[in-house]
């Protein structure tokens, strides 16, 4: 069975930092590309990060102006999501995702939600003022 499992979502003082997690299971990590989505109250899904080891690309989304990093421990099947400098506007839920990677370019999947492979259930960020 194919899962993505969060972690280390919860509720924190704008300012702050949190570090979030997704653990893949049920598929060849390295032949995906991985990353996060978000879906804030209000408004639509939407792509924050991704890597893809296969073919070197990455997304990282213009709102998150340098505050937040992804990285992933392929032999722990794992991506990360470190946040730092955290905004009220980035409460929301946030998705671990993965799309089977190509020859190039898979992370531009992430500016859509519609060619995402996999989903995990969410992990909630909330982020006081």
């Known amino acids: 069975e194919v899962q993505l499992v969060e972690s280390g979502g919860g509720l924190v003082q704008a300012g702050g930092s949190l570090r979030l997690s997704c653990v893949g299971s049920?598929?060849?990590?390295?032949?995906?590309?991985i990353g996060w989505f978000r879906h804030a109250p209000g408004k639509e899904r939407e792509g924050v990060s991704c890597?893809?080891?296969?073919?070197?690309?990455?997304y990282n989304a213009e709102f998150l102006e340098g505050r937040f990093t992804s990285s992933t421990d392929n032999a722990k099947n794992t991506i990360h999501l470190q946040m730092n400098r955290l905004k009220p506007e980035d409460t929301a839920v946030y998705y671990c995702?993965?799309?089977?990677?190509?020859?190039?370019?898979?992370?531009?999947?992430?500016?859509?939600?519609?060619?995402?492979?996999?989903w995990g259930k969410g992990t909630l960020v909330t982020v006081s003022s």
């Open positions: 890597i893809s080891r296969k073919d070197g690309s990455t």
């Open positions: 995702a993965a799309v089977r990677s190509t020859l190039w370019g898979t992370c531009n999947k992430f500016l859509s939600s519609s060619g995402i492979d996999y």
């Open positions: 049920g598929f060849t990590f390295d032949d995906y590309a």
